[in-house]
Structures are given as C-alpha cells and as structure tokens.
C-alpha cells in the first residue's frame, strides 16, 4: 500500500469510525426548511457556525441570510441530532427550462462557471454548508446526511452539475464525491474566508462510481449517499 492509500484510510476510518456509520446515522433526521420558524432555525445555526470560527462580521440578529433565501430556486435543509438542530445547508438550483438563471456562483465565479460548464444543462450549487462547532464530533455524520439530501434535490431537478465554493481544508471531503477545483480561492460575499469552486458531474456518478473498486475506501461512504 502506497502512500496516498494509507492516507486515503486513515481519512476513511476518521470519517465512518469503523463499521458504525448506519447505526450512528439514525440518530439524526433531516428536513426541508419551509416556515418563517425554520428559516430563523438554519439563519442562527449558519451564524453561530461561522461566527465561532470567525469567517464573518458579527451581526446583532444573530442570523446569517442573503438574497437567495427567498429565491424560488433555492432549498434549505436543516440536519438534527437526537432532535437538536446542529446543521445546514442550501442548494441553488440552475435550470433553464425552470427559468432559474441566478446563483451565487454566477457572480463569484462567473468565468469558471461560463468558460468550463455546459449552460445548455441544469447544475445546482452547494453553499451554507454548517455543522456547529460543539457537534464535530458527529459532524461528518451530519453532512452525510445533508448531502444525501442534497442528492435528492439534484435528482429531482436533473442536474448534471454539482458545484461548491469550498476551502483548501474541506478538498478533501468533497473528492469522495468526485469534486474537482476549477477556480482560483476568491473572495465570497459577506464571507472572511476565500473559497475555490469545485465541480461535481452529478450526471456522471452512476458512471463514476461504477469504475470505483469496490473494496475502495471510500465506496461504503459514496453508497450511503448515493443509494
């Protein structure tokens, strides 16, 4: 075993914690934001999360929004851990056929996203995406989840393209979906922190994950979501 593979497993092993990631993941539940109640629920978990790691500029509501939190195109969800909320995270959809032509990433990455994506297909972007602080312990379970919500979105909608401003330190993570960076890291709106934007073909997983070996490290993580 090479040195990218012992990494890749120890990686592995501090993600899924041994055999126990199904049973662990029972313990939370996920749910669509729709009332005004849990909007401000995922607006104070997204402050608190960045607050603490000081990536944005105190607020005195104690809330983190933006424009696109009341864009039709633009889905919330909110991750619990044995009933407490502890996470969040939106998509933003793309659709022509839809009329949805506005996300975030068209104004922060509008050359990336122009000059390497097929606008002729749907994509969805990934973003205020946070687990607080105090639960990172089962924070790596709590973003399975939301990604397999993620995932329904997707599906739903016919994506091909999934997209994510992310930090060098979160890369990792993300290959386990097959993400690859096509940006510099460049400031984001409201935010301390310079992210990069990474691609996914969503379009292309079935595919993807196929060529995988199954004894690969990462092929029960990518099942979980995926399935």
Not at 22 to 37: G, H, P
Not at 100 to 117: C, M, N, Q, R, T
Request: charged share 30%.
């Amino acid at each position: 075993m090479n040195e990218n593979q012992l990494n890749k497993t120890s990686f592995a092993k501090r993600v899924i914690k041994g055999d126990d990631v199904l049973f662990e993941i029972e313990k939370f539940s996920c749910y669509r934001v729709v009332t005004e109640a849990q909007k401000k629920i995922a607006y104070s978990l997204r402050y608190k999360a960045y607050i603490a790691d000081n990536q944005i500029e105190p607020r005195a509501s104690g809330l983190f929004f933006d424009e696109y939190d009341d864009k039709e195109n633009s889905f919330t969800y909110i991750v619990e851990y044995n009933g407490e909320p502890i996470g969040s995270i939106r998509a933003c959809v793309y659709s022509k056929d839809l009329g949805w032509l506005d996300i975030p990433a068209f104004h922060v990455y509008k050359d990336s996203v122009e000059g390497g994506l097929d606008l002729n297909k749907s994509f969805m972007e990934i973003n205020k995406f946070v687990i607080l602080s105090e639960y990172r312990r089962q924070s790596t379970r709590g973003k399975l989840r939301l990604f397999r919500k993620m995932v329904s979105v997707a599906r739903k909608y016919g994506v091909y393209y999934v997209l994510a401003g992310i930090k060098a330190s979160q890369a990792r993570f993300y290959s386990i979906l097959f993400f690859e960076k096509i940006s510099d890291f460049k400031d984001y709106p409201l935010l301390k922190f310079k992210p990069a934007l990474f691609v996914s073909k969503f379009g292309d997983y079935d595919r993807l994950y196929d060529e995988q070996p199954k004894e690969e490290v990462f092929s029960g993580i990518r099942r979980y979501i995926l399935e």
